[in-house]
Structures are given as C-alpha cells and as structure tokens.
C-alpha cells in the first residue's frame, strides 16, 4: 500500500528525514512511534502530498503523490481544522462532494457519524465541540468516503483517556474493516493496543521495524521494575555492576533492571542487594517490557543522550 | 462540476455564516447612502457658518458630487472592507490549515481555488452594481441636476468590474502565497498608491487602473469611450486569467 525508499527531507538546511525506508501492506495498523519532532508529521504529509521531498521515492498504491499522482488518503492532522461556522452533517457533506462520494450521502453520514460516536452532538455547530470532539468530526471526515488508506497524526495526543480510548476503539473497527491505517503517536501504550506492525523512528531514520507481537519478543526481555523511596545516589551504577544485570534505565525513583538467567535467581540476587544496601523499596515487580520501555531501549542504544526522562544505561556502554 | 458545486455552495455559505457578507456589504451600502447625504448636508451647514463651497465642489446641486465621493470612499473603505472579509478565503484557509482535509479526500486544488473565483469576485461585481445604483438612486432625490442615465450604466459597470478585478488579484496574491493579511495590506495600498501615480506618468488610460479615474470624475467621465471599454474589458479579461495563474500556482504549493 505505502512504500518509502531513502525518503529525505530537510527544513532549512536542517535534516529531518535522513534516508527513510519503510512499507505498510495492505490491511495493516503501522504504528510510526517517535519524539517529537523525529520526523513523522512530515513523512505523513509527504504521503499525502502536502508537502514536497527532496529525494528518494514514495508510492501510495503505486502512485507517486509529489507527481500529482495523488491517491485519496482519508487524512486527520494533529489538530485538525474544520470549518467551525458548519454543524457536523454540513461538513460530512462537503467532504462527500470533495472527495465526489457517488453512493447515498445521507445514509454514510449517519454511519460515519455513528461510527464516530457523534449522533447526538452532529446538529450543532462545531464552534461549539470540545477538543475531542472536534477530533472525532475530524476522524469522521477521514472515514467519510471511504478510502483505503487513512493515514492518523498523533490522533490521541490532546485527548484525555475517555477520548483516547474512543479513538483507538475506532482503530479498531478500521482494523476489522480491513482498512490500511497509518498511525503515529509518542502515545506507545495506544500503538501496543491497535497495532499490527511498529516503527521507530529516530534521528530520521527507521532504527526497527517489526510485527508488534516479534518486537516484544525479539526485544521485550523480562525486566524487574521497583522504586525506592527517596534519593538513592550512585544506585544505578552499582546496578549495573550487578552479574545479572545486562542493562538499567531509570525514571524518577523507578528502576528498571534487565536481567540475564533465570528469574527467580535473578530476582532473589536484586532483592537481596537492595536489602544489604538497606534501601526502602516500596514497589517491587517482575515482568516483561512493555512498548515503551522497548522504545527506550532501543532508542537509547540508537542515541543514549538523547532519550529523554529515562536513561538507558547498557553494560556495552 | 459536483466539486466546482459544492466548493461554491462552501464558500458562498462561508460567506454567509461567517457574517463576512456584511462588512462586505457594508463597504459597499454604507457609503452609498452617507455619501450624498454628506455631500448634500455639509455645504450647507458650511454656509450657515459663513464659509462657501459652491466654487470648490463645482455646483454644489449636482448629483454628480454625490457619486463621485461615492465612488472615492468606495474605492478606499469598500476596497478595504472587501479585502479584509476575503482573507480567509485568500490564503486564510492555508495559515489554519482547513483546506487539508478536503484536498485530502481527493478534493481537486484547481475546482478549489475556480469555486473562490466564481464567489468572491462576482459577490464583488454584484455588490459594486447594488452600491452605485444605490447612491444613484439616494442621489436623484437629493439633487436638482441630473446625471445622465446612460453614464450611470457605464460607471456602475466599471466601478462592479474593477472590484471583481481587485478581488480576483487579492485571491491570486492570496490564494499563491498563503499569506492574506500581508496580501490584503498590500494590494489596499497598491490600489492606492497607483491610483495616485499613474494619472500622473499619463499611464491612466487603456488599462484596469483606468477605471477609478472614470468614476471619481478626473476623467471627464465618461468621454473618452475607448480607452473605457478596453480597460473594462482588460479588467474583466484578467479575471479568469487571475484564476487560472491561481490555480496553477496552487497545484504545486505546499501546505504545511
């Protein structure tokens, strides 16, 4: 459905995309996770033939959007702008005529707006919608007719979790639809929920790629997290002079230890280190890494300085 | 046609909701109905102080005073009102992002920028034709000496011509750099500043710019007949062809 090659794009002499290679088949959820500002904005508008790139090649169903080519993307930017002086229906209907839907608009609307969740707040203006609702009309529009491809931008970053969970229930119903979404977010417990396959993308480039349930495998170790009550200096170096510590991270006053060997050894090692070292732990767990410690892994041994609250150290240094 | 259709049944609904129509409108009616009464009123008050501006106005009972200042404030504060109600449509929608996600939907970027062009221009002819027989109207009560009918006909058409013209060049200037307020600042001042200049380089003839001089009267109205047509003509000519540069532009332009 999508397929990227050496993609580079820079803003002012300032690289963003450094060579971006990635594909999204058809009928899949690809959750494109980054930081702020690692580039996944402009691959999406790149995609969607809002702005021109300055190498590499795009397709889009086989279509090259920068030619003109451009395939019609159900598109819902980060904060989508709607024209707010219309009600809900009066949008989906301009949608509709923009995007030349031929089947019965009025039949559509009424799904897509059930679909949404919005039946109730569709006769008013959307002046008046909160910030998640706006969201939802904007899921809509990019529902609206049809397309085969919906390409998402950060679509759950200003909601709060009753919304989030509102959108990625729609996600999921694409999903079931067989619907091909591009999804990004620096959410990555959303992405853990709907998607099929993840990328990371990092300093411009994809630095892993994979299905969701092999990328938990391939990098999920089984971690222990704990977290001790105030300061604890130097904790985290004698950590990782631990035998059975392979890497640390840290955030705040939570630990998170990957370890080598078995559990319980391992786990019986931690917790009688932690007791000689008389630090009172309050919160003690055994468990496998979720996405987002799998994201500061791997981004953390792509750029160890850059990663953000968490730092993760690594014995390989 | 059915994206040309809806695009037009958008912007003219925008029109409309957005309450831009009215200091649209107001542009154009307001003045229509001070001006001469103004210009009725205020020689004689002025009289009545002692002061006379029957020499200055050039016969104070004709109806003409009343559309020729008509025609200046239109010019300036009908052009300026008129700008201002278009800068979402000219380049607005772009800072904000709106047009995004219809163009995405397969919306095509030229029906996008031709729907402007039917709207806001003809809005612009339309309100330019109600304003002028307006005034004529206010005006032929007022006054004593009539202006001739079939001047009127003409000077309406030309001043509805040129504020079609100034709106197709506001969008193409808009529409291309994505940027309205500075389009809008602009082209008032360029509008104002050419209509100064060029009556004095002798470049007032035979050309859109022509046109505020056939209707604040420093042409001897509506005499010189050729160079009248050819720059209406020029003027509704350049229209389309705005339109079509818009949207060539449009078609390539990035939009984030």
Redesign the interface.
Known sequence: MIEIHNLTKNYDRRPVLRGLNMEVKKGEVYGLIGRNGAGK?TTM?IL?????RDGGTVTVNGKDPAR?E?V??????E?????E??NCY?YLS??A????YSGDVKKRIAEVVELVGLTDAAGRKIRGYSRGMKQRV?MA??L??G?DLI?LDEPTSALDPQGRAEIMSIILTLRQMGKTVLLSTHILSDVERVADRVGFLHNGVITAESGMSSLLETYADPIISFSVEGEAPGLEDSLRALPLCDKTARNGNDYFVWYNGDKIEASQALFQFLAQKELPVTRYQLHRATLEQVYLKIIGQAAPAAASPVTPVGKEG | MSQLKAGIRKDGTELFKTYRIYIFALGFVLFAVLDPVMMYVLPKMMKAIGMDLSTMLGGMDAQAIGLSAYAGDCLQMGMLAMLLSMMKAAGGDQKDHSCVIPLCAGYRRSTYIYSKFCVYPLTAFGFGIIGYWLVYGVSYLLYPVKFPLSQALLLSLALAVFMAFAASLMLLIGCSTGRAGVSAVILFFAFTILNMILPLIRCDRFNPFALPGFLTGTMEQVENLPSFWVSVGAAALLCPVFALIAARLFQRKKLV
């Open positions: 904005s508008n969607c033939g809002l702005l021109s003109g451009r019609p993307v159900g598109y819902l930017p904060s989508p702008a709607l024209y002086y219309m009066e301009y949608i005529a923009a995007a030349g904007g529009a990019a609206y007719s397309q390409v």
